[in-house]
C-alpha cells in the first residue's frame, strides 16, 4: 500500500514537473491567442496512469504562475487542464484513441474566455475558440497521440501500477 502511494506521488510529480519545464521552455508559443503548448501532448498520460491528472492540473498551475500568467488565467487555464485530465482518464478503458478530445474540448471553450475577460484581448471569441482549439488540435491530438503510439508499447514498464 505504501509504496503504490510513493510510485503515484512520484508519478505526478515527475508528470507535472515535465509540464512545467516544456511550458516554461516553449512559453513563446505557450501563451496568447495563438498558442501551441507543446506540454498540453502530456494530456494523453491519463490513459496510461491515474497519476497523471493531479501531476497535469499542477504542472499546469505551476507553468501558468511562472510564465507569468494573471490570476483568472491560472485559475481557469489550470481547471480546463484538470477537467480533460479526468475526461480522458475516463476513457482509458473503453475508447483510448479519443483520449486527446476531451482536453482539446475544455480548452477550446475555457481559454477564449480568459484570453477575452483577463486579458482583454479584442478579437470575436469564436475566432479565438478557433485558434486556441488548432493549437490544441496540433497539441493534445497530433503530438499528444505521437506520444501515446510511443508509449503505449512500453507503458507497462514505465508506468508501474499506482492505484
Known amino acids: 500500500m505504501k509504496n503504490k502511494n510513493v510510485t503515484f506521488l512520484t508519478q505526478?510529480?515527475?508528470?507535472?514537473?515535465?509540464?512545467?519545464?516544456?511550458?516554461?521552455?516553449?512559453?513563446?508559443?505557450?501563451?496568447?491567442?495563438?498558442?501551441?503548448?507543446?506540454?498540453?501532448?502530456l494530456t494523453i498520460l491519463p490513459l496510461f496512469t491515474p497519476a497523471a491528472v493531479p501531476g497535469l492540473f499542477i504542472g499546469c498551475l505551476i507553468g501558468n504562475i511562472l510564465?507569468?500568467?494573471?490570476?483568472?488565467?491560472?485559475?481557469?487555464?489550470?481547471?480546463?487542464?484538470?477537467?480533460?485530465?479526468?475526461?480522458?482518464?475516463?476513457?482509458?478503458?473503453?475508447?483510448?484513441?479519443?483520449?486527446?478530445?476531451?482536453?482539446?474540448?475544455?480548452?477550446?471553450?475555457?481559454?477564449?474566455?480568459?484570453?477575452?475577460f483577463g486579458y482583454g484581448v479584442n478579437l470575436p471569441i469564436p475566432f479565438m475558440m478557433l485558434t486556441v482549439g488548432i493549437g490544441e488540435v496540433i497539441s493534445c491530438g497530433i503530438l499528444g497521440m505521437i506520444l501515446y503510439t510511443a508509449l503505449s508499447r512500453y507503458h507497462r514498464l514505465i508506468f508501474k501500477e499506482a492505484v
Not at 18 to 26: D, K, P
Not at 71 to 98: C, H, N, Q, W
Open 12 to 41: 505526478a510529480a515527475m508528470i507535472a514537473a515535465i509540464y512545467v519545464v516544456l511550458t516554461y521552455v516553449f512559453a513563446p508559443f505557450s501563451f496568447g491567442e495563438i498558442q501551441i503548448r507543446i506540454s498540453e501532448a
Open 67 to 116: 510564465g507569468g500568467a494573471i490570476l483568472p488565467d491560472i485559475v481557469f487555464g489550470s481547471m480546463a487542464t484538470l477537467i480533460g485530465a479526468l475526461l480522458t482518464y475516463s476513457l482509458r478503458e473503453k475508447k483510448p484513441i479519443f483520449g486527446p478530445i476531451p482536453p482539446i474540448a475544455a480548452n477550446t471553450v475555457i481559454v477564449p474566455f480568459v484570453l477575452r
